[in-house]
């Protein structure tokens, strides 16, 4: 198997560091290259010392400069703030190298609705067509034929992943859609704020986002296409006190009458080939801690026909499955590799 070298931007971060993790046990990708302006001119090993005598460990840690950057890898993973990679990916496609974009920049297909919900001018606007939603349960044909890649947030992979059976099968009315979604700490980012400081975060529990959410115009986009309609939703966040994970309990309305057992089936069918989705049994539900570290995505599923409403729970890593983890798997489709290479032996963290 030819040795596929890719890059890093934003190596500091939390998304960056679990792609680095991830990166070093990968029989075909090498870590050639990793870039931040603050740790420029370390050892990639010294900066992450769990990296040490494993494959990357002797990387320097560089500024990004797009040449250098086309000249030492086939892909690159761009894991830096919204409104920065637009500038970064160009450059990038313009020298034939493959990119992974795990901020929003390309993730939203209108540039205005992005401008509206990110405050920031979209200089690639020629970009946006090209650009494939990464989200390889529904779009891994696309990707595999793809040079830029818009790895979805965190939160939409949850709650996307989550309404899918019940959109696909016709169980619930699109208007009616409320999701109340929760997150551990890592998923405001590494950067300090007051926010989330352990005393803020700690022996606590609050809202936050609330109308405005910047991940909400991706879902509504997505959901909508599943829907085949405009959808808009109500999504809400919080903030647990914990480093890592996503609960996203979703409350929906149904078509018709239905029974826990159809319903059950129908998700149990829809996602049989999926083996990242795990479907749990009727009346188990999701936790976090069972999803910890890994590509998994759990969904339960409960049905009140006092109220006629259908609850989906689904959990999932916020780091790996929602960020890092996702994104090996979208670069694996456009390497023409198995998507799970380096990521099929990923069980739960303890």
């Known amino acids: 198997m030819n040795t596929i070298n890719v890059g890093l931007v934003g190596i500091t971060g939390y998304a960056g560091m679990e792609l680095a993790r991830l990166l070093a046990g990968h029989p075909a990708m090498r870590l050639s290259m990793a870039c931040s302006r603050a740790e420029a001119g370390k050892r990639l090993g010294e900066f992450y010392p769990f990296l040490e005598h494993m494959p990357g460990a002797d990387v320097i840690i560089s500024v990004f400069e797009p040449r250098e950057a086309a000249r030492h890898c086939d892909l690159v993973f761009l894991a830096v703030p919204a409104g920065t990679a637009m500038d970064m990916a160009g450059p990038l496609l313009d020298a034939g190298v493959k990119v ?61 992943l989550g309404l899918y059976a019940a959109l696909k099968n016709e169980l619930i009315e699109p208007d009616d859609i409320v999701v109340d979604a929760k997150s551990g700490a890592t998923g405001a980012g590494r950067k300090a704020a007051v926010p989330t400081l352990f005393c803020e975060v700690s022996d606590n529990f609050r809202a ?24 808009r939703l109500s999504f809400n966040t919080h903030l647990l006190p914990m480093n890592r994970g996503i609960l996203s309990t979703i409350y929906t309305k149904l078509k018709y009458p239905v029974t826990l057992d159809s319903v059950h089936e129908a998700f149990r069918h829809t996602w049989e080939r999926s083996p990242w989705v795990r479907v749990l049994p009727k009346g188990a539900l999701p936790e976090t801690r069972y999803v910890r570290g890994s590509m998994f995505c759990d969904i339960g599923v409960v049905v009140d026909p006092r ?15 929602g960020a890092s983890g996702q994104a090996l798997a979208n670069a694996n489709l456009m390497c023409g590799l198995p998507v799970n290479a380096g990521l099929e032996h990923l069980a739960p963290l303890a």
């Open 208 to 231: 936050y986002g609330l109308p405005r959410h910047r991940h909400t115009p991706e879902i509504e986009q997505e959901i909508s296409l599943l829907a085949g309609r405009e959808v």
């Open 307 to 321: 109220t006629r409403r259908l609850t989906i729970l689904a959990a999932i890593d916020n780091l790996c499955r």
């Open 100 to 160: 992974v974009d795990l901020s929003a920049d390309f993730r939203i297909h209108d540039a205005e609705t992005y401008e509206h919900w990110y405050r920031h001018e979209h200089h690639r606007k020629d970009l946006l067509r090209w650009a494939v939603y990464g989200l390889p349960e529904l779009y891994a044909a696309d990707i595999a034929q793809t040079s830029l890649t818009a790895n979805p947030g965190c939160y939409p992979t949850s709650v996307i």
